[in-house]
């Protein structure tokens, strides 16, 4: 059974930054393909990040593209995001999720960012 747990979330200023972890049990994790997805305040999902299975090819939403960065340690089972020059508008809960951009079966219960002065 998959399980996901993100930690790392918190209060940041406009212009700084979070680093996002997901530790993930699971015995064949180096064949995952992983996300983050994103939920406003108000607002519905949206799928943020993605990374293939051995890290080799990475995707990114266009509004986080140039500032978050996707990256995995199969050794370790984790996945991490690294959100730089954050916005008011990226305050979120941010979920880990197994899967990629169009089908994503198991999910973390969330990390809250607030981007705020």
């Known amino acids: 059974q998959v399980q996901l747990a993100e930690s790392g979330g918190g209060l940041a200023q406009p212009g700084g930054s979070l680093r996002l972890s997901c530790a993930v049990s699971a015995f064949a994790f180096d064949t995952y393909v992983m996300s983050w997805v994103r939920q406003a305040p108000g607002e519905g999902l949206e799928w943020v990040s993605g990374?293939?299975?051995?890290?080799?090819?990475?995707d990114y939403a266009d509004s986080v593209k140039g500032r978050f960065t996707i990256s995995r340690d199969n050794a370790k089972n984790t996945v991490t995001l690294q959100m730089n020059s954050l916005k008011p508008e990226d305050t979120a809960l941010y979920y880990c999720?197994?899967?990629?951009?169009?089908?994503?079966?198991?999910w973390g219960q969330g990390t809250l960012v607030t981007v705020s002065s």
């Open positions: 990374i293939d299975s051995d890290g080799s090819d990475t």
């Open positions: 999720a197994k899967g990629g951009r169009k089908y994503l079966d198991v």
